[in-house]
């Protein structure tokens, strides 16, 4: 009886183990996808222990040196050599009111209609509640209106939708997205018209 006692126990270990170990092999699966091909690498910008959430510019790199290697150039960092990107922040007393911006970042008439100059505005305490994919796309927007002076679009998957981007995207999503963006290849394109143009 007791060896009876002491196999079944034997057995039931064996199958646990082999039960906890395929879950584990489970999760990997799941986990894994296959990433499409981009010729620049996000990992900089994706890894929060790479990445100091405060440093705009880095982004600004990053679209410069994507264009250049999506598209052969044009070098946007010659082209647009007065950058301001910078951060906003609202007051705790508009804070506490329950004060909403409309947006996250924006570019200005400054920026979009001076072919020399970056102006691009992030709210802070908005881009900080942002994943980190989601603030890469967000400042691809902005470059988006600022370099190539595109209007929003109607499709929720482009880059220059006018919404907030959704936190359900992934890195495939975002690849696409801006490839369509750079080629100026997505439906209902268009563009903001400036003075004298």
């Not at 699966?29 to 981009?38: A, K, L, R």
């Not at 996250?104 to 994943?131: H, M, P, Q």
Request: with cysteine; net charge negative.
């Amino acid at each position: 009886m007791n060896r009876f006692i002491l196999l079944s126990l034997i057995i039931t270990l064996f199958i646990a183990s082999c039960s906890k170990g395929d879950d584990n092999q489970e999760e990997i699966i799941v986990d894994e996808f296959e990433q499409i091909y981009s010729c620049v690498s996000y990992d900089d910008l994706l890894d929060p222990k790479n990445t100091n959430q405060d440093d705009l510019i880095q982004y600004w790199t990053k679209f410069v040196e994507d264009v250049k290697c999506s598209r052969g150039g044009p070098d946007y960092s010659e082209l647009n050599p007065s950058l301001n990107i910078f951060f906003e922040y609202r007051s705790a007393a508009q804070i506490t009111a329950g004060v909403t911006p409309d947006h996250i970042a924006y570019s200005t008439f400054t920026g979009y209609c001076n072919d020399s100059r970056v102006n691009v505005g992030v709210l802070y305490n908005e881009w900080t509640e942002k994943n980190l994919l989601q603030r890469l796309w967000i400042m691809y927007h902005e470059f988006g209106h600022d370099v190539y002076k595109y209007e929003h679009s109607n499709d929720p998957a482009d880059i220059m939708y006018p919404s907030s981007t959704r936190s359900d995207i992934d890195l495939n999503d975002f690849i696409e997205a801006k490839d369509r963006m750079l080629k100026r290849s997505f439906p209902g394109i268009r563009y903001i018209s400036c003075p004298g143009e």
